[in-house]
């Protein structure tokens, strides 16, 4: 025999509604949290064919909207177990908010809420770039400067990163007979040399 949810009494059940399947991922854009939202009857009975809501938030002092989230289904439409899956994104290292939220005509509106996180990325992680290496970076040869290279002053992720101290300033001159060099380094960072002399667009 086969129970068909009752839609009226939808809910999110407390300790299943909202289930995190894989917590704390690098904070690369690519790494993912995983979520599984299941929604069933007041007798446990799974709920398909229902669209629930799907929000994040983020704290407020770091609020940027780097973080992202995708639902399977896409239309966030459960499934014949009443489940979708949710999957979250981010660039920053944070803890990030997510609620399900369901209203059925009988019960009323059923929220529950989980939090994941998102953490550093470590040099090993393929840091900057993601084989490794630091092609990524963009550069810029300004006319102007026919003997410079200029590449942008590092995120916040990358100076977290990069071990760099607000306020300090990492750039060195290195002279030579024939040309000179300017660096991007940290104390205990990796160190970023052009073959030309790289100024940062703000230092």
Do not use: W
């Not at 839609?7 to 995190?20: K, M, R, Y």
């Not at 459960?78 to 009988?106: C, K």
């Not at 410079?148 to 007979?177: C, M, N, R, W």
């Amino acid at each position: 025999m086969t129970y068909i949810g009752d839609v009226e009494t939808a809910q999110f059940a407390a300790g299943t509604g909202l289930v995190i399947t894989k917590n704390n991922a690098t904070s690369n854009g690519i790494d993912k949290n995983e979520l599984t939202a299941e929604l069933t009857d007041a007798y446990g009975n799974p709920i398909e064919g229902q669209k629930i809501e799907i929000s994040i938030e983020e704290p407020t002092a770091t609020d940027d909207g780097s973080s992202k989230f995708t639902t399977n289904p896409r239309n966030a439409v459960t499934n014949e177990l009443g489940q979708v899956q949710i999957t979250v994104t981010n660039t920053q290292h944070e803890d990030v908010n997510v609620t399900a939220s369901y209203t059925a005509s009988a019960t009323g509106l059923s929220e529950v809420s989980k939090t994941v996180t998102f953490g550093v990325i470590a040099s090993s992680d393929g840091y900057p770039c993601l084989d490794g290496s630091f092609a990524c970076i963009p550069t810029y040869e300004d006319p102007a400067f026919p003997n410079e290279i200029l590449v942008p002053t590092p995120s916040k992720q990358a100076a977290d990163v990069l071990g760099f101290v607000q306020g300090v300033d990492y750039h060195q001159y290195l002279g030579t007979d024939q040309q000179e060099y300017r660096d991007y380094s940290s104390p205990d960072g990796p160190r970023v040399k052009s073959h030309n002399t790289a100024r940062s667009y703000q230092t």
